[in-house]
């Protein structure tokens, strides 16, 4: 087993165990719905209720090594928590809030990865929603390869009521152009293998 499978294996187990509601995000998510491409880390996202940030996060560090100093303090202000697992290999865990985030705990799918581990993903939709939001060249890309690989099976609704909520609450209008300027594209492209 290589050692991002092991990671993820372990952040698994971890969150399970603890019963701590989590979803696999980022880099190995986009190898299930989009076009795979090499990933440092692990990414993922836990449920914490307001108020109960630090007992989590000292449940975390207790298991996992964190990767700076002022791990606790960062993640408490930061709402992330940077570790690493036994072998050396980055996890990034995001502390998720009731809200959206519940959505994506919801609509999570538990996929098989390697031979034997199972472990929750996010939907595709949300993995585009972060993307959209997050912004990056690489992201850009990252959405038009899922919308390219899921095509009419995506949630365009769905998509379109978060990503206009972001939009409005960061103000950042172009959040939504994010997704609509490539679902334009495969729309078109469909429209013109209908009429051949």
């Known amino acids: 087993m290589n050692l991002q499978l092991k990671a993820i294996k372990e952040v698994h187990q971890f969150f399970t165990s603890k019963d701590i509601p989590h979803v696999i995000i980022g880099g190995i998510a986009l190898q299930w719905w989009g076009e795979p491409r090499f990933t440092r880390d692990v990414d993922v996202t836990i449920l914490v209720p307001s108020g109960d940030e630090e007992t989590v996060i000292k449940k975390v560090l207790s298991a996992f090594t964190p990767r700076i100093s002022d791990a ?12 690493k697992n036994k072998d050396g290999y980055e996890i990034d865990i995001s502390l998720g809030v009731p809200g959206y985030e519940e959505e994506i705990m919801r609509r999570a799918v538990l996929c098989t990865l390697g031979k034997k581990i199972s472990v929750r993903i996010c939907s595709a939709e949300d993995l585009i929603i972060h993307k959209a939001v997050a912004g990056r060249p690489q992201d850009q890309s990252d959405i038009e ?9 995506l949630d365009i609704k769905y998509m379109r009521k978060w990503l ?6 960061l103000e950042i209008p172009e959040i939504r152009n994010r997704l609509e300027k490539p679902w334009k594209q495969l729309m078109k492209m469909h429209k013109v293998q209908e009429t051949l």
């Not at 606790?72 to 570790?83: Q, S």
């Open 145 to 153: 390869s899922i919308i390219i690989r899921q095509g009419k099976k």
């Open 164 to 169: 206009k909520e972001f939009s409005q609450t």
């Open 72 to 83: 606790l303090e960062f993640a408490l202000k930061n709402r992330i928590c940077l570790v």
